[in-house]
Structure formats: C-alpha cells, structure tokens
T-cell receptor, first 115, second 109 residues
Framework: DGGITQSPKYLFRKEGQNVTLSCEQNLNHDAMYWYRQDPGQGLRLIYYSQIVNDFQKGDIAEGYSVSREKKESFPLTVTSAQKNPTAFYLC??????????????FGPGTRLLVL | GQNIDQPTEMTATEGAIVQINCTYQTSGFNGLFWYQQHAGEAPTFLSYNVLDGLEEKGRFSSFLSRSKGYSYLLLKELQMKDSASYLCAVMDSNYQLIWGAGTKLIIKP
C-alpha cells in the first residue's frame, strides 16, 4: 500500500539534545513538507523540498534542519536551538508545487515532548 | 498579511446538516482545500475548489466564492464519526498552503 510513514509516534527530548524525526513515503512524490501543529493554531511550514538534494526554509525554520538525500525520505532534526519544541509534527508529500491543486498527503505524525 | 478565519468550534446533532465557513485573505489564490483531522491523527483530504461554485462528494460538499474570499464545507446526514476538526487551507501565489486553525465539530446523539 502506498503511503507516508513517520516514526516514532512519540518522542521525548531532554534539554540540549538534538532529536531526529523520520518521514518516509512510497507515493513516488517529488515534493515533501514538514509542518508543526500547535493547539489553536493552523499548521505552520517548517521546511519543504521539491526535489532530491534541495530544500527550502518555510515560515518557522529556526532551530530545525532537514536533509533530502533520497526521494523517499525527508528527516527533520529538532536542534537544541529550538526552545519550544513541544508540538505535533506532520510530514506531507505531493506532486511538485507550481502546477496548482497539488493535494498534500500526510503521515500519521510525531508528538514531541520535552522532559 | 495572510489570514484564514474559521469558527473555533461548532456543535450539531446526529443526522442533521452543518455548514462550516472559511474566509480568507491571501497573496494570490491557487485553490482552496478542506481536510478532516480526527484528534491525534493526520489530516485527510476532503475537497479542492479552484473555481466558483459547489463541488459535491457524497455527504460532503464544498463551495467557493473567490470574489468574496469565502468557502464553506457542508456536511449532510451527520454521523458520530464526523466528530473531528475541519481544516481550511488556501494555496497562495507561491503555491504555499496557508492554513486556518481548524473548526472542531462536535456531534451529539
């Protein structure tokens, strides 16, 4: 079955620690996205990638980093510079942006909590 | 700035009809999306509108008026499983999705 997987479902971070969230898709989509969801707010874009080995900052990239070495994978690292990391993190994928109407399909999400 | 407005919460009765409104002000417009999100789960795609008018898909319909910056999602024959948050998102001139905060829909028996 085609889809997007994220792991782990729950992640705990200690002070000063970097943590990496996994996102894998087998939909053959070129574009991938990372969003952050906080209570009472809309999804906010952290990073996106239109193609392998290329990615762009979204609206709230500070304290986060990504890589896109393979089409199927787009891991997100939450660094110690992100002072308020507690949130629900969602990964999504779509056909390349710029054609209009690109539906984004989401993974099940990772909930990050700070110890 | 860019802005998407939706009601925070709505309550409806099982079997009834509910309309969830969304108004938007964005830099350009390349379509409007509705997603459903159950608590603790991923958003799932419901509908996409890029031209004015009504799109019907089973019990769910979505309407768009670009001149008014307005859309609504209409849910008919409500079922308990429709209890969820409904997210409105607009694709702007840079093809980036701008998201509303979502409307939590509570269905009562």
């Amino acid at each position: 079955d085609g889809g997007i997987t994220q792991s782990p479902k729950y992640l705990f971070r200690k002070e000063g620690q970097n943590v990496t969230l996994s996102c894998e898709q087998n939909l053959n989509h070129d574009a991938m996205y990372w969003y952050r969801q906080d209570p009472g707010q809309g999804l906010r874009l952290i990073y996106y990638s239109q193609i392998v080995n290329d990615f762009q900052k979204g609206d709230i990239a500070e304290g986060y980093s990504v890589s896109r070495e393979k089409k199927e994978s787009f891991p997100l690292t939450v660094t110690s510079a992100q002072k308020n990391p507690t949130a629900f993190y969602l990964c999504a994928s779509s056909i390349p942006r710029g054609q209009g109407g690109e539906t984004q399909y989401f993974g099940p999400g990772t909930r990050l909590l700070v110890l | 700035g860019q802005n998407i407005d939706q009601p925070t919460e709505m309550t409806a009765t099982e079997g009834a009809i509910v309309q969830i409104n969304c108004t938007y002000q964005t830099s350009g417009f390349n379509g409007l999306f509705w997603y459903q999100q159950h608590a603790g789960e991923a958003p799932t795609f419901l509908s996409y509108n890029v031209l004015d008018g009504l799109e019907e898909k089973g019990r769910f319909s979505s309407f768009l008026s670009r001149s008014k910056g307005y859309s609504y999602l209409l849910l008919k024959e409500l079922q308990m499983k429709d209890s969820a948050s409904y997210l409105c998102a607009v694709m702007d001139s840079n093809y980036q999705l701008i998201w509303g905060a979502g409307t939590k829909l509570i269905i009562k028996p």
